[in-house]
C-alpha cells in the first residue's frame, strides 16, 4: 500500500504564500502522475493541479495558473504546490493524489484516474 501524507497548510494573509508537499511512502512507489485538489467550504473537491512524474506535462486549473506551481523530487518521493498570490478564495482543504496508470494528459483533472489520495491539510487565507 501507499501511504500520502500532505504538509505545509496554514493560515495566510490575502496576497502570502505556502509550499504545501505530499510525501509517498510505502511499498515501492512507481506513479505515473501526482495530482492537486482542494475542497472549499460548502463545495466540491475541484482539480487544482497535476504533473508527470518523468516530466512533459503540467496541467493547472484556470483559477490557479500564474500563482501556483507543482514540482517533484523523485529522490524523495515527494511533489510540491507553491502556492503565490494567495486569494480568500483558495481557502480549501488541499489533497494530494497518485496515479500510477498512464492515461491521456486531460484525464487528470479527475478524480479518477487517481488511486492513492491524502488526508489533506487545510490552507486559510484571510482578507
Known amino acids: 500500500q501507499v501511504q500520502l501524507a500532505e504538509s505545509g497548510g496554514g493560515l495566510v494573509q490575502a496576497g502570502g504564500s505556502l509550499r504545501l508537499s505530499c510525501a509517498a511512502s510505502?511499498?515501492?512507489?512507481?506513479?505515473?502522475?501526482m495530482g492537486w485538489f482542494r475542497q472549499g467550504p460548502r463545495k466540491e473537491r475541484e482539480f487544482v493541479g497535476a504533473?508527470?512524474?518523468?516530466?512533459?506535462?503540467?496541467y493547472y486549473a484556470d483559477s490557479v495558473k500564474g500563482r501556483f506551481t507543482i514540482s517533484g523530487d523523485n529522490a524523495k518521493n515527494t511533489v510540491y504546490l507553491q502556492m503565490n498570490s494567495l486569494k480568500p478564495e483558495d481557502t480549501a482543504v488541499y489533497y494530494c493524489?497518485?496515479?500510477?496508470?498512464?492515461?491521456?494528459?486531460?484525464?487528470?483533472?479527475?478524480?479518477?484516474?487517481?488511486?492513492?489520495w491524502g488526508q489533506g491539510t487545510q490552507v486559510t487565507v484571510s482578507s
Open positions: 510505502g511499498r515501492t512507489f512507481r506513479s505515473y502522475a
Open positions: 504533473i508527470r512524474w518523468s516530466g512533459g506535462w503540467q
Open positions: 493524489a497518485a496515479a500510477e496508470g498512464n492515461y491521456s494528459g486531460t484525464s487528470y483533472w479527475r478524480a479518477g484516474p487517481y488511486d492513492y
